[in-house]
């Protein structure tokens, strides 16, 4: 009956480790569904890898605990093997304890103690097959998965690097051509002001001459008018 017990505790503890392998399985998916999205919004701030890190976290506390149980099966096989052995010793010192040793009885205990050892080899047995049915599959899985998507948020990673980049060139572009039309501004500017002062020195050079112009033509009627007096 013992032997019976451990085995059910055995079948629980797969059962158990399965569900919590569907767990594992169910929050990759749901990173998976959400990764590309989020991590759009977030690129400028961390790596893939360091964005995966992060979100894998509550990942990896389920994981530890599942691939603890292959050797919590071995632990229990064991356990349950000395228990057994305790028993089954206690009852051979009863009988030996006894004035007559019924050897058929004795013949029975040492083949209870012979069958606990049973209880080890079902715990190896439950711990590989958990093992390779159970976690190896998984974490195959899961590396394929997280290699898939860290390929795909480095192309995320990369386009929006290139948009930044277009970004950037866009508004040099415009930096370029409005310094380009403040330079052009200030030099027409410049061109206008230089061609007024050169009106404006043309005029004051032009007026300059007709006032000497005048003042030679007044000197010039004073003489005559003088030279026709004498």
């Not at 009863?94 to 004035?99: C, V």
Request: glycine share 4%; hydrophobic share 45%.
């Amino acid at each position: 009956s013992l032997s019976v017990a451990f085995l059910v505790i055995f079948i629980l503890m797969f059962a158990g480790g399965f569900w919590l392998s569907r767990k594992c399985y169910e929050i990759l998916d749901k990173l998976k569904e959400k990764a590309e999205a989020d991590y759009t919004k977030r690129c400028s701030k961390m790596s893939p890898n360091v964005y995966l890190a992060k979100e894998t976290v509550r990942l990896s506390d389920e994981e530890e605990r599942m691939e603890s149980l292959p050797n919590s099966f071995v632990s229990v096989g064991i356990l349950a093997t000395f228990i057994g052995l305790g028993v089954a010793i206690q009852g051979a010192a009863d009988l030996l304890q006894a004035d007559k040793v019924d050897l058929m009885k004795m013949t029975d205990v040492l083949g209870v103690i012979a069958f606990k050892f049973q209880t080890s080899i079902w715990g190896i047995a439950f711990s590989l097959l958990f093992q390779s049915f159970v976690v190896n599959r998984y974490l195959e899985k899961k590396q394929d998965e997280l290699d898939t998507l860290i390929d795909r948020l480095y192309e995320i990673e990369g386009n929006s690097s290139r948009l930044l980049l277009e970004e950037q060139n866009a508004l040099l572009r415009e930096e370029f051509l409005t310094l380009h039309r403040e330079n052009a501004n200030a030099l027409n500017l410049q061109k206008e002001q230089q061609r007024q002062a050169l009106a404006k020195m043309q005029f004051l050079h032009e007026e300059a001459q007709k006032k000497k112009k005048n003042r030679q033509l007044e000197i010039s009627n004073i003489l005559m008018s003088e030279g026709e007096k004498r």
